[in-house]
Protein backbone atom coordinates (compact mmCIF):
# COMPACT_ATOMS: atom_id res chain seq x y z
CA UNK A 1 0.00 0.00 0.00
CA UNK A 2 1.28 3.53 -0.71
CA UNK A 3 2.28 6.01 1.60
CA UNK A 4 0.33 8.54 2.15
CA UNK A 5 1.90 12.41 2.35
CA UNK A 6 0.35 14.03 5.78
CA UNK A 7 -0.98 17.19 4.44
CA UNK A 8 -1.79 19.88 7.14
CA UNK A 9 -5.79 20.11 7.13
CA UNK A 10 -7.06 23.23 8.36
CA UNK A 11 -9.26 23.29 11.52
CA UNK A 12 -12.39 24.22 10.11
CA UNK A 13 -11.53 21.09 7.54
CA UNK A 14 -10.45 18.63 10.36
CA UNK A 15 -13.62 19.18 12.32
CA UNK A 16 -15.35 18.47 9.26
CA UNK A 17 -13.77 15.09 8.53
CA UNK A 18 -14.06 14.02 12.07
CA UNK A 19 -17.85 14.76 11.96
CA UNK A 20 -18.47 12.82 8.48
CA UNK A 21 -16.38 9.82 10.08
CA UNK A 22 -18.37 9.40 13.65
CA UNK A 23 -21.88 9.65 11.71
CA UNK A 24 -23.58 6.66 11.73
CA UNK A 25 -24.83 5.33 7.90
CA UNK A 26 -26.98 3.05 6.54
CA UNK A 27 -25.52 2.40 3.10
CA UNK A 28 -21.86 2.51 1.87
CA UNK A 29 -23.08 4.75 -1.22
CA UNK A 30 -24.32 7.50 1.26
CA UNK A 31 -21.28 7.52 2.70
CA UNK A 32 -19.28 7.68 -0.03
CA UNK A 33 -20.89 10.47 -1.49
CA UNK A 34 -19.98 12.45 1.89
CA UNK A 35 -16.55 11.76 1.54
CA UNK A 36 -16.65 12.54 -1.86
CA UNK A 37 -17.72 16.36 -0.75
CA UNK A 38 -15.18 16.62 2.34
CA UNK A 39 -12.52 19.32 1.51
CA UNK A 40 -8.99 18.47 2.54
CA UNK A 41 -7.14 21.65 2.14
CA UNK A 42 -7.27 24.86 0.29
CA UNK A 43 -4.71 25.55 -2.09
CA UNK A 44 -2.82 28.31 -2.88
CA UNK A 45 -5.00 29.27 -5.60
CA UNK A 46 -7.82 29.04 -3.09
CA UNK A 47 -9.12 26.05 -4.77
CA UNK A 48 -10.57 23.14 -2.36
CA UNK A 49 -8.50 20.26 -2.69
CA UNK A 50 -10.57 16.88 -1.95
CA UNK A 51 -9.04 13.38 -0.46
CA UNK A 52 -7.58 10.95 -2.97
CA UNK A 53 -9.60 7.94 -4.35
CA UNK A 54 -7.56 5.78 -2.97
CA UNK A 55 -8.20 7.02 0.91
CA UNK A 56 -11.66 7.35 0.47
CA UNK A 57 -11.74 3.80 -0.53
CA UNK A 58 -9.84 2.50 2.42
CA UNK A 59 -11.78 4.62 4.55
CA UNK A 60 -14.99 2.72 3.31
CA UNK A 61 -13.46 -0.76 3.52
CA UNK A 62 -12.46 0.11 7.21
CA UNK A 63 -16.26 1.79 8.26
CA UNK A 64 -17.81 -1.27 6.13
CA UNK A 65 -15.63 -4.15 6.20
CA UNK A 66 -18.77 -6.94 5.68
CA UNK A 67 -21.51 -6.49 3.88
CA UNK A 68 -24.23 -5.70 6.57
CA UNK A 69 -27.73 -6.01 4.22
CA UNK A 70 -29.68 -9.21 3.67
CA UNK A 71 -29.21 -11.25 0.43
CA UNK A 72 -26.43 -13.51 -0.65
CA UNK A 73 -23.12 -11.64 0.33
CA UNK A 74 -24.44 -11.16 3.89
CA UNK A 75 -21.20 -11.83 6.22
CA UNK A 76 -18.53 -11.37 3.64
CA UNK A 77 -16.02 -8.80 2.84
CA UNK A 78 -16.82 -5.66 1.12
CA UNK A 79 -15.63 -5.11 -2.62
CA UNK A 80 -16.15 -1.56 -3.98
CA UNK A 81 -13.87 -0.60 -6.79
CA UNK A 82 -12.56 2.77 -7.17
CA UNK A 83 -14.27 2.68 -10.39
CA UNK A 84 -18.13 2.94 -8.69
CA UNK A 85 -16.58 6.11 -6.57
CA UNK A 86 -15.73 7.61 -9.84
CA UNK A 87 -19.24 7.13 -10.95
CA UNK A 88 -20.77 8.67 -7.65
CA UNK A 89 -18.41 11.48 -7.99
CA UNK A 90 -19.86 12.33 -12.08
CA UNK A 91 -23.20 11.87 -10.69
CA UNK A 92 -22.95 14.42 -7.77
CA UNK A 93 -21.21 16.20 -10.46
CA UNK A 94 -24.04 15.84 -12.99
CA UNK A 95 -26.41 17.06 -10.32
CA UNK A 96 -24.55 20.65 -10.14
CA UNK A 97 -23.00 19.86 -6.51
CA UNK A 98 -19.40 21.56 -6.72
CA UNK A 99 -16.84 19.24 -5.81
CA UNK A 100 -12.97 19.43 -4.45
CA UNK A 101 -9.86 19.06 -6.89
CA UNK A 102 -8.57 15.67 -6.92
CA UNK A 103 -5.03 14.86 -6.85
CA UNK A 104 -3.65 13.11 -9.58
CA UNK A 105 -2.50 9.59 -8.94
CA UNK A 106 1.52 10.02 -9.36
CA UNK A 107 2.93 8.12 -12.49
CA UNK A 108 6.58 6.68 -11.60
CA UNK A 109 8.64 8.07 -14.78
CA UNK A 110 10.17 6.06 -17.85
CA UNK A 111 13.65 6.51 -16.27
CA UNK A 112 12.73 5.15 -13.45
CA UNK A 113 11.79 1.62 -14.79
CA UNK A 114 14.80 0.79 -17.19
CA UNK A 115 18.75 -0.17 -15.19
Do not use: Q, W
Request: proline share 8%.
Amino acid sequence: MAKSIKIPMAPEHRLARRRALTRKYNTIREFATVLIRLVRHRDEDGRDIGFDYGDIHDVILRKFPTVKSNGPHRGRPTKMPIKELHEIACELNRNGVKLPFRPRRKTSSKKDKCP
